[in-house]
């Protein structure tokens, strides 16, 4: 009886040692620190999440940046993590170390690897990418619920729905990357023109003539912007 609670509570000692690990602490090499040091802030989505333990130059001419992370926000961390150095929004005379989420997800960062940093306009750049791919994909969700809206509206109802898609499609327009805009130019725009040329053949009472109008004027303007 007394071995049996002995190794009972060697196991609850273990277990509550497996749930109370420490930081997770990895690097990440970059190859300019632009003025980063130990003690800055580990920042993402504006939220300081570790800190900075060491930045050291390395033979290969680059430099490794040490750093900690509190366990309870390693989640917020994957392999795909874009890692950039930029000015601490809190504390502007210091450098931050800041993170965002990758477009594809990665693996779990293990304590000790080393993952590679990017530059903050690259950084940017691949945040502005998934930011208009993401633009594009909710067109796509949104232009799928338009055609299934179609079939239960009346003609006039469809030439009315059909305005508030091309006002949307312009506001998205600037957001989109150029192969987003290809995609509109050659796969979307073509059925949206058709549905145009099928309701002017369909509303032809002169109450109807603005409308169709303000709908070819639309649809010219997002071709005229693709054009560019």
Not at 156 to 164: I, Y
């Amino acid at each position: 009886m007394r071995i049996r609670k002995i190794f009972g509570s060697l196991l609850l000692v273990g277990v509550i040692l497996v749930g109370c690990r420490g930081d997770l602490e990895f690097a990440i090499r970059f190859q300019a620190i632009d003025g980063l040091r130990t003690g800055d802030r580990f920042l993402t989505e504006e939220r300081a999440i570790g800190a900075v333990q060491a930045v050291d130059y390395s033979d290969q001419g680059d430099y490794r940046v040490a750093v900690k992370v509190a366990r309870a926000h390693a989640a917020k961390l994957d392999r795909n993590s874009i890692f950039y150095i930029d000015a601490d929004p809190q504390r502007p005379e210091r450098k931050a170390l800041m993170a965002i989420a990758s477009p594809t997800r990665g693996g779990t960062i293990a304590d000790g690897q080393t993952l590679e940093g990017s530059s903050k306009w690259a950084a940017l750049m691949q945040r502005m990418t998934s930011r208009m791919e993401n633009a594009l994909a909710g067109l796509a969700v949104e232009l799928d619920r338009f055609w299934q809206d179609l079939r239960n509206l009346s003609t006039s109802e469809q030439a009315q729905r059909l305005e508030q898609e091309l006002d949307r499609i312009l506001a998205e327009l600037k957001r989109l990357s150029a192969s987003a805009q290809h995609q509109l130019k050659t796969e979307i725009l073509p059925r949206l023109r058709e549905k145009l040329e099928e309701l002017q053949r369909q509303l032809t009472r002169p109450e109807h003539e603005d409308l169709l109008d303000r709908l070819k004027d639309k649809m010219d303007r997002i071709e005229g912007e693709l054009q560019v």
